[in-house]
């Protein structure tokens, strides 16, 4: 599953996500508080789904460097979890592509991103 969040402040995320442990999420204020956008591995508190949030301050922050950025590291955590292998490049690249289309149509407004989940 990919989320994607925008929001001034990412503490709405820990109401509604776990880490990918299972444990809850802590300190994410903190530790993301000069970040632009970040890519998480998340396991969803009600569906037990799990996913990766890419969460991001603005939709100004969407650019194509960050687009790339951020969809590599979610389509590797996608392929961790499932023990798929980055090496194998193709499989790899289509993902990180869509991922980084989905983050273009928020920006560009043909999506919302998810909403209060």
Avoid at 14 to 31: C, L, S, V
Avoid at 32 to 51: D, L, N
């Amino acid at each position: 599953m990919l989320w994607i969040a925008i929001d001034k402040s990412p503490s709405e995320l820990a109401t509604n996500f776990d880490e990918y442990t299972g444990k809850p999420i802590q300190f994410i204020e903190t530790d993301t508080c000069k970040m632009e956008a970040f890519t998480m591995p998340v396991i969803h508190k009600v569906s037990k789904e799990y996913g990766v949030i890419i969460f991001l301050r603005s939709r100004k922050s969407i650019t194509f460097e960050l687009a790339a950025h951020e969809s590599t590291h979610a389509a590797k955590y996608l392929f961790e979890h499932i023990g798929a292998d980055t090496d194998t490049h193709e499989p790899l690249e289509y993902v990180v592509g869509w991922i980084a289309d989905c983050l273009y149509n928020v920006k560009t407004n043909k999506v919302e991103p998810t909403k209060k989940v």
